[in-house]
């Protein structure tokens, strides 16, 4: 600011012209005629330096366009930005809809998206989630982690998912035992077919700690042509995919828990046609 002001107490003294002082100062002369102006104009704070900030905004979304995002969110609470655009976008397909980080904007302004802490990334990135071209290139396996009913009964849910379209195969609540699962594997073969890889943990019943890792269960699946992709232990983001479905799964069935074990499968029956419907 006292260089703007000693520039001009140069050129009011009549010994510089435009172009020198342009020159001494640093400056084009389109910025020495714009602040000639604003001087000129009788503001005491002439010199100071203003907000850049735009005074209007033309891409502001409509206010009506706004509510009704805002409206779906609170009747789908579970649905993001994406989920959210695609169902509006089916609902009513003649307006022109935001994009989805424009409805991600207005949920938040909301307060509607709940901030979520971010995770250092692991260092070790050697082996991350490999990338699938078309369904059954990989599905994904894994029990979301046990819990109990309200009527204290133990339940252990199944999740068997595809890779590629995130189409949700099974969820159904099954002993974590080959006995247990193999059924719900043979069921999910007959309907959608063999994949050709399946990325699992190293915990009983998928992975051991004897040769190579196999169990029973992952030794069944070479015998049909299915090769078993074990993550590292303790290395849950090696199956990112699936453990982000998890957390709506829990989200959504599981907090708080149904009052028994039947009521709690006809949540998971729920979730998994609600989820399935708006891939």
Request: charged share 30%.
């Amino acid at each position: 600011m006292e260089e703007r002001i000693r520039m001009f107490m140069e050129y009011e003294s009549g010994n510089w012209n435009v172009s020198e002082l342009c020159r001494r100062h640093g400056i084009c002369r389109d910025t020495f005629y714009a602040w000639r102006q604003r001087k000129q104009s009788g503001d005491p704070e002439w010199f100071r330096d203003r907000s850049h900030a735009p005074q209007q905004c033309r891409q502001t979304t409509d206010a009506a366009i706004a509510e009704k995002v805002i409206a779906a969110r609170q009747r789908f609470p579970y649905l993001g930005p994406r989920k959210l655009l695609a169902l509006l976008d089916r609902q009513a397909p003649e307006i022109d809809w935001p994009a989805a980080s424009t409805i991600g904007s207005i949920l938040k302004r909301a307060g509607l998206i709940s901030p979520v802490k971010r995770r250092r990334r692991p260092l070790d990135q050697r082996r991350p989630c490999t990338p699938v071209q078309e369904p059954n290139d990989e599905w994904s396996v894994d029990f979301k982690g046990w819990f109990r009913t309200r009527d204290q009964c133990r339940v252990d849910p199944l999740t068997v998912a595809d890779s590629h379209s995130r189409f949700l195969i099974e969820l159904q609540i099954v002993a974590p035992t080959t006995e247990g699962v193999r059924p719900r594997f043979e069921r999910a073969f007959r309907e959608h077919g063999l994949p050709r890889a399946i990325r699992c943990d190293n915990g009983s019943p998928f992975g051991s700690r004897g040769a190579g890792g196999l169990t029973t269960l992952s030794v069944w699946w070479l015998k049909l042509g299915i090769t078993p992709r074990f993550i590292r232990p303790a290395s849950p983001q090696e199956n990112g995919r699936h453990e982000r479905m998890h957390r709506t799964l829990k989200a959504q069935t599981s907090s708080p828990p149904a009052d028994n074990a039947s009521e709690q499968q006809a949540r998971f029956d729920a979730f998994r046609e609600h989820y399935n419907s708006r891939l």
